[in-house]
């Protein structure tokens, strides 16, 4: 562990930036493996749903992380740039596919309901891996705005995206646990807030395409 910290503290500012990324991406891999586990005991189709969600963004932030480590070992900027554009643009489209679909899907939820009841203690650990979701990617976003290197700024944008997607999932859960149906109609409030989050995370892929275009044509 010794080794380990003197090593992160050797590296250069964007090099730790992503060696923490790594060691993120890596438990965001554990745990929509648990939720997607959750979802065959429960059963729950919204927890496989989101557990998908968050499978999907952990690879993309995989594949910045790969691209990341192949420019470490280009000296021509402009190959270096050609990289860390493709990244920014795949990750804005992946993120207005996936919004789309987050829609959709909580369109459904409007209508048919979720029906996620489950144990208090799976319930308050839903909400510890949201909050933590929320606040490392807040945290990212605050700490490092000034970082405009595209690959990074991508994994900053689909962080928040798949923290948005595990807040929705605590309030889900919460809501068919311990909401009193007969005062709150979980299905009405999950169905907006849901909607809500896709339309948020379509701006962000809109966002990153159109940001990435206009970088373009100023080079």
């Known amino acids: ?6 090593y992160f503290k050797k590296l250069e500012k964007e090099d730790r930036i992503m060696f923490f990324l790594i060691i ?3 438990g965001n891999i554990f745990i929509a493996i648990t939720k997607f586990v959750l979802s ?3 059963p729950s189709l919204w927890f496989f749903i989101n557990a998908l969600f968050m499978i999907i963004l952990s690879f993309a932030r995989f594949f910045s992380i790969r691209d990341y480590a192949i420019t470490k070992d280009i ?3 402009n190959e270096i740039k050609r990289i860390g554009y493709k990244n920014y643009l795949n990750n804005g489209i992946l993120l207005v596919v996936l919004g789309i679909m987050y829609f959709l899907v909580n ?3 409007y209508y048919k309901g979720t029906n996620t009841n489950m144990h208090e203690y799976l ?3 839903v909400a510890l891996v949201a909050f ?3 606040g490392s990617a807040i945290y990212g976003m605050i700490k490092y705005k000034r970082n405009h290197t595209p690959i990074l700024k991508a994994v900053k944008l689909t962080n928040f995206a798949n923290a948005l997607t ?3 999932l605590t309030q889900i859960v919460l809501l068919d646990t311990y909401a009193n149906t007969e005062i709150y109609n979980s299905n009405l409030m999950n169905g907006l807030t849901g909607m809500s989050v896709g339309i948020v995370i379509i701006i962000l892929g809109l966002y990153m395409i159109i940001g990435i275009n206009k970088v373009n044509r100023v080079d």
């Open 132 to 134: 933590w979701s929320i």
């Open 75 to 77: 000296t021509d900027k």
């Open 166 to 168: 595990s807040i929705m």
């Open 24 to 26: 993120t991406t890596i």
């Open 40 to 42: 065959l005991t429960i």
């Open 123 to 125: 319930t308050y650990l």
């Open 1 to 6: 562990m010794i080794k380990l910290f003197d």
């Open 107 to 109: 369109v459904y939820i």
